[in-house]
């Protein structure tokens, strides 16, 4: 049965929740001094912005608590991409991964960097190539997502199964591969065996996403053996139903979402739920989810001649996120 621990941050910080839902969901069994561990935070912002990005202080207190179990650790995410792109490795430097890395001993990588393999993705009668870091596929024992609870112009939410978005390494392939999207990012899961989420609820996004909302203090973390169960929790407590998100719904569809009576709790996860939370898209923002949910409408926006045109055209009217 999948486990979820959850706690108050405001109880106990960050590092002494980690280490106890560790020991909560077994992880001394299962990662050995060997294993490599590979951490996706989200980082989809050029400097930090609570709600928006995973907290630098999660993560070092992450690695603090897998050092108990192993020090063959790697931070990884990828470039962003759209028509405002940033390199990943100058994130990496503001928000001081990079010391920290040096601080205790393990590594940070740009997956664009990154050789990369296809996997194959069947979606509504195509056959689909994905490319994912060999590193991910080849090198890596145990894989830790690090989201954060958001909600999602697109996606509706943006949690623990859809953080893996960022391990395609190359931005243009996640544009075009949009209108798969339900499909594409099941297969992503399965291909990098997702061990454990490790959701950063110290604050949550909440109005407009992924980056445009209003950030809300939340001060919970929770830590999962199933990142299928975390993402139904996590839109339980921000009081939305999973469901309505597309792509859990294809999920519910094709292998199942657990309820409440497949999951062990730590504690009643209800207490928790504190905001409502809801999308609430501007007018700019539905070209980009047309773009999102349908195939013509995605190579005319990233693949057609005109797709700079139609970009300098929309950012005419709408400002650009950073």
């Not at 706690?7 to 590092?15: D, V």
């Not at 989809?44 to 063959?72: K, Q």
């Not at 978005?165 to 992503?188: D, K, M, N, T």
């Not at 700019?284 to 949910?293: E, I, K, M, N, S």
């Amino acid at each position: 049965m999948p486990q979820i621990y959850i706690a108050s941050l405001s109880e106990t910080g960050y590092l002494s929740a980690i280490r106890e839902g560790f020991e909560r969901l077994g992880v001394g069994g299962k990662l050995k001094p060997s294993d490599r561990v590979c951490i996706k935070p989200n980082l989809t912002f050029p400097t930090f912005r609570p709600g928006v990005m995973t907290n630098p202080e999660c993560l070092e207190n992450l690695i603090i608590a897998l050092r108990d179990y192993t020090d063959r650790i790697t931070i990884v995410e990828a470039d962003s991409g759209g028509y405002n792109p940033f390199r990943i490795d100058d994130v990496f430097e503001k928000l001081g991964l990079n010391a920290l890395a040096k601080r205790y001993g393990v590594g940070v990588v740009n997956l664009s960097d990154e050789p990369a393999r296809n996997i194959p993705v069947a979606s509504r009668g195509r056959q689909l190539q994905v490319p994912l870091p060999c590193m991910l596929l080849d090198d890596c024992d145990f894989f830790i997502t690090v989201p954060v609870p958001k909600v999602h112009c697109n996606t509706l939410v943006s949690l623990a199964v859809k953080n893996q978005w960022g391990c395609i390494p190359q931005p243009r392939a996640r544009l075009e591969l949009h209108p798969f999207f339900p499909q594409v990012i099941h297969e992503v899961n399965k291909a990098l065996r997702t061990a454990l989420a490790v959701v950063d609820g110290r604050y949550g996004l909440n109005r407009n996403g992924p980056m445009r909302g209003d950030a809300v203090e939340l001060n919970w973390l929770m830590v999962s053996d199933d990142i299928y169960a975390a993402d139904v929790v996590c839109c339980r407590i921000m009081r939305i139903e999973p469901r309505e998100a597309p792509h859990l719904r294809y999920l519910e569809k094709t292998c199942g979402l657990p309820s409440d009576q497949d999951i062990v709790f730590s504690q009643d996860y209800r207490k928790f739920s504190t905001h409502q939370f809801y999308l609430r898209r501007e007018w700019t923002d539905y070209p980009g989810l047309v773009a999102f949910r349908s195939k013509m409408a995605a190579y005319w926006a990233y693949r057609s001649p005109l797709a700079g045109f139609l970009h300098r055209v929309l950012y005419l009217v709408r400002e650009p996120f950073y």
